[in-house]
């Protein structure tokens, strides 16, 4: 028995708000989840559902388990897999909020559009889904400058999801050595052996 393909039916979502699809700190239970929940509580955020990547993308941590998706489309590997994460839709504020936290400005990630699978089930954007639906979202990717170095120094396999377990040793950006940019410390990691 084959699984049922996803519908392609649109979901009801205002056209002032953004797919956002989250992998990482922004998931719930992870340390930068705060920033949706205020969004949440001031009606500039709305937990969608649990969703994947419609298709493989490469997933992948940088320094201090920072999380990063990576617009390789020239990857070949066996280690790429669709990405487990969540789907918020959040308001134009919700989004600069989003793209300040995630340094869209500073070159340290850049938001793309991508199609993901909403699992059917719990959320409030369609109250306990019958099917599972394909949207078109927005993700924060690597920026372009370290993408293809960041792939490499990970030996060129990707991650199915970040969680707990693969966040283990995260270090939150107040705990990290100052003095240096984030790029610095991408730069740095991704130049070093270990």
Known sequence: MGREAPSMAPMAIPSDRTL????????????NHKL?????????ASFVGPAA????????????????????????????????????SVSPLGLARLDELEGVSKGHYERFPLKVRVIKGEGNGEEG?????????Q???????YAMEMWKRNG??????????????????????QGLTFLDHIRYFVESKC
């Open 20 to 31: 956002i699809f989250t992998y990482g700190t922004l998931k719930r239970g992870f340390s």
């Open 36 to 44: 949706l929940q205020s969004l949440m509580q001031s009606n500039h």
């Open 53 to 88: 990547t419609s298709s493989p993308i490469p997933l992948v941590c940088g320094p201090y388990r920072v999380p990063f998706l990576l617009n390789l489309s020239s990857c070949r590997s066996d280690e790429i897999y669709p990405v487990s994460g969540e789907l918020y």
């Open 129 to 137: 889904m019958e099917t599972e639906r394909e949207v078109e979202a």
């Open 139 to 145: 993700g924060y990717f690597g920026h372009r400058s």
């Open 156 to 177: 060129e396999k990707g991650l199915r999801e970040y969680t707990k377990e693969v966040a283990t040793g995260y270090v939150r950006r107040m705990d990290r050595p």
